[in-house]
């Protein structure tokens, strides 16, 4: 079980007195320590309750999020997650502007060895957008190639 | 955010004055500005209502259009993309030839790094055709291989 | 669009007075000419109403035939595929020879580079089979080795 | 087995000479004549792939259509209905329009003793419409209120 | 467990030497007698695997037929049923004249006291169709009402 | 929470020196008291493990039992239900008459005000049985017609 | 076809000026005139795309929301029905509140014959909620609570 | 909005000092005022995540708990209805007993016009287990006839 | 067609008289020649209805179990096949055993170039197993090692 | 079949005198000798009843555990891992400490050639983890490597 000490930075799980941002905010992003550096191992989170602004029209958009990542030594903590990606909610951006930014904001906060980003948007006018973008360290180039080529939906 | 200048030559987005063309028309076709070099991703369209003609009997077909592509200096716009697709309603072809026709009006219009596009078209008399193209510049020759081999379908 | 003299050779599709076959008849299968040869690209067809014969027994036997190929320079027209499939309704035959069949069949019409046919048939005393016959030509050979291994159900 | 009489006044059906209509064309519909008058039967019909513009902005518009009526004397062909349906492809009106005139027509061509059509229409801007309208004679008044009643979307 | 004379009339089950008829053949239907006639039960078949011809071209056709009826003394018998059906193989009619057909030949053979067919037709040129007819004695009228009212298809 | 003497008669649950019977084997179905007999409440069994033996071939079959039922002062204990399915595992007869007879052998047991037993059978030679049997106290006569009423199938 | 009077007070489908409203703004609901006022019929939305605040935490949450209506001689237009959904998106109440606002603005609009709202919010903490609410003038007081009935959810 | 004296009682929905109850504690539970009681509405609550002990083994059971109800002048909060609802996980009772419970729970709790409750619990051994109670007052008793007759599974 | 010699050895297809085994019996299965051995290719059977029983407890278990093999001279005849699986019904063995007993057979049987034997079983206790074995001949040894890593699974 | 001295060691299976531990207790794991140790093959265990405590507010999380491994000598019983995973049920931690401890546990019980752990947990806010751990011995270095490719969950 984790100590109290093993929580060190995670302050906002379980803290309902912080107020849900309104504009585009990275700087809610927790991280707490890589109990297991010794294995790589994959964690995903989905988030399907992404909504963003069209940078044109100002017409709300809908997506779900996914992301994938191979810790290094700092891990993100998953309420914070949910916090940052609600902070898209009145900001007006491309979708495959979105699914870049949130992956270079994670990289900057984690370090992480491997980590993609993937957005589901609902269709508009008869067409669905799905952009796909990845990273990996040195270690992980082979990983980045496979990855993307794994990526290619068959049908959605 | 994108900002106006990054928004340049996207004119078709919440312009609602554009009459919808009723010929095959690639020259409504729009791009805009890669912001993300720097890193190969991938972007992918779903059309589930492209409609065209029979060239022998004139009967209309349906399919879904799936593109996927990764982008070099170019995107190409979604309205844009949905108001060229449209313009296929009255043009008549074999399911073979207009995917192939799709294929290479966007490397003309964006040239991409690697783009795919499939059709996956209604059945007639028990009988339903899906067909699949490809291509890429010369760093992207093994995924051309890789991804004609993974577009085989299993059971649809 | 497809001229007249490109669909030369073109002769069931829209034309209603052709007979049903009623035995096996591989010499209804037609082709027209390729027009994109530059570019492998590949062709699925599903047909969800095959129906033949067991043949000890005569019992009617159902399945869903896989068709995928990459064409050289001709190509099957869809409706003269239907009725050569219709053909085998009344021929008696065990699932896996009608698949080798109409493998051989298609590649003595079109000369593919690569094709492969998938039987999907209903199951008799709790027990469904499932064939899958595959051919490429000498630059096809990985490909004929790749879709092999791909083509295990994991569950059906 | 219909024998050649029982078929009479059966033009459209196997028949390729027949040019699609490309403007609203309620003279295409044929009928031919109810063998089993003496029990009241239902007969459903599945369109899927109808598809019509929006009357302001010109937009195409994808729908499936059901209809499902009980027949007096005369029965609708379905080829016929197919090319009624398809002469929609050109035609501006609303989803609520196009599914009451659709009834209408049938109406006017049989005089069914009860007829129901539903559009289940794709969405437009994140919201999809449905209309339904039904009709019967006076001895199935019961049954219009009851279906109209069972025709109520619990989700779609 | 039912005893020989129980059996009585049961020729087919388990009896290979049985020919598989080519042409429409009612003759071929048997029954075994209810040994449940004081409990009105509800018994129903799915035959998924219906195929007969157009009777205009000779085109085949696929459904899939729904049974379901209260037995009075007497039961059809599953495996004459289905060679019952198979004797359409070669039969062209209406699909709507099909499903009346059977109904009409089921209640000759048992003399049911509510018995309903449904034939769910596989679509030609993107349009399906569905038939349904029911018949009760003169205790089950108003189970022919309730039963058209529910047979009504919301979606398919 | 259930003390002890509410637990009484209950000697299966948990006690695995028990035999798994191999014969048709009514006697193993044990019950507990109903402690809220002061509203009608229902309960209902899915059983998706049911197998027994054709009376005329041998050959096994396969079903899933469903069991609604609605106490009087006896509820079935459901580890004794299991054992008593089970016991159909080496008994042959038809898929009829299975069903009445689980249904008969849960009245004996435990009086229910209302009780109703389906049978989903896996096809034989492209034809499935489902057969429904319901039962009534004087006070549910309305309840057995109404769910006969709802109990026939649309699609399986 | 509409013609341009029939068309008359739609002022938002085809208007890309309008902007986002960013507060709740019943004031932006349009109608337009029922052509069809003669048959009682049935128009669904459906809007998989709301999202409203909690009122005590400000947390975002997500809806689909079904209306279904009987218009009289008002008919709300669908661009101007997604736009006043959308002004629910920085707006915090229970979700039982928003159904029953949403329902009583479109009675205010429309005075239809019948209407009814329906909100199928994602889960909180494992628990989902899903509010129902529905009214009827005078003549379709049997219609409010037939369908309460049918709106009870069976599994969701 | 609700503004702050309309969520009056709701302690528990965003306050994080509260502690998980480890034993049954129905006094968790709390209300706020119905807005809107001059019209009957429906609020369903699905909780996937239910769980308890066997009364005899220890053994845990997992359901998801279907909760729907027609609102007086009180309603359950959510967060205090998922902590009841945690508080049975060291709980052991038969599943029937379960549902009963916590029906009766919150008839205490709001007196509401009408309730029930459905467990949808995981198989033991091969056989799954389904209970269903519900309530109405004097004005709701035809509902609660209704509702049990429409409650009965088909096939889960 | 296959012709009376090419169909010697197989003497349980058709021939009713047969009886079914009620003990483990590997003798039942029969061959017939392999038409086709110029090229590999896969045949899949799929059989959804093993059942057998816990080598401890004497509890029945169920199973869907898949069987993909590469034919070398000798294929196995299906109804064998059938009644070889159906003979395990009253045998005792673990889930992992049973897998690699089938496989051990059916290598003995045939001298297959490659083959894989997979059970889905049904869970106990909320726990399902799933296990996995496969076998090839020397020039199939890169297919052991790729099918294997094919056949985890990820989610079933 | 598996004779007694084969099922040494084998304690719980079939015992329902043990008590379920409330606490973490890797020390009711047990194993059986493998049969098969000269062919490598694969064994999957789904246990879609998973639940734990969050470690900061105590919340119970639930989650589907998928475990597959490669066995060398030792087998690990499935009942025994049952009790195992039941033991989370008080216990706090992180979604991805859970996943790792389960790995490190299975490793030291029986020294497999290959394991991975993969955990399917519910939403929390809108957001779900999907932690996923691999290990191999020396010579499985490349699968360990492959499987954390394939693991990548493409939409969940
Ligand atoms: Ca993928
Ligand atoms: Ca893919
Ligand atoms: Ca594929
Ligand atoms: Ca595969
Ligand atoms: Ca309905
Ligand atoms: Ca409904
Ligand atoms: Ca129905
Ligand atoms: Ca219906
Ligand atoms: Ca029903
Ligand atoms: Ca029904
Ligand atoms: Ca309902
Ligand atoms: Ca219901
Ligand atoms: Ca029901
Ligand atoms: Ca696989
Ligand atoms: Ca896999
Ligand atoms: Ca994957």
């Known amino acids: 079980m984790r100590n109290e000490s093993e929580l060190n930075g995670v302050s906002l799980l379980g803290n309902t007195g912080v107020k849900y941002p309104t504009q585009y905010a990275p700087e809610v992003l927790e991280t707490f320590v890589n109990k297991h550096p010794d ?20 017409q709300p958009d809908f997506a779900k999020i ?31 502007d979105c699914v870049n930014i949130i992956m270079k904001d994670l990289i900057a906060l984690m370090d992480p060895r ?9 269709p508009r006018g008869g067409i669905a957008i799905l952009p796909f973008a990845n990273y990996g360290d040195s270690q992980h180039q082979e990983m980045v190639k496979q990855r993307m080529l794994a990526s290619f939906p068959d049908n959605f």
Chains 1, 2, 3, 4, 5, 6, 7, 8, 9, 10 share one sequence.
Not at 45 to 56: A, D, I, Q, V, Y
Not at 68 to 92: A, C, D, Q, T, W
Request: with cysteine.
């Open 39 to 58: 294995n790589e191992y994959l964690v995903t989170f989905t988030c399907p309750e992404f909504t963003s602004l069209c940078p044109k029209t100002g």
């Open 114 to 122: 491997y980590i993609e980003v993937k957005g589901i948007f609902t």
């Open 66 to 96: 996914l992301i994938s990542y191979i810790p290094r030594e700092k891990m993100v903590e998953s309420k914070s997650l949910k916090l940052y990606l609600f902070s898209f909610r009145n900001h007006g951006d491309f979708h495959e």
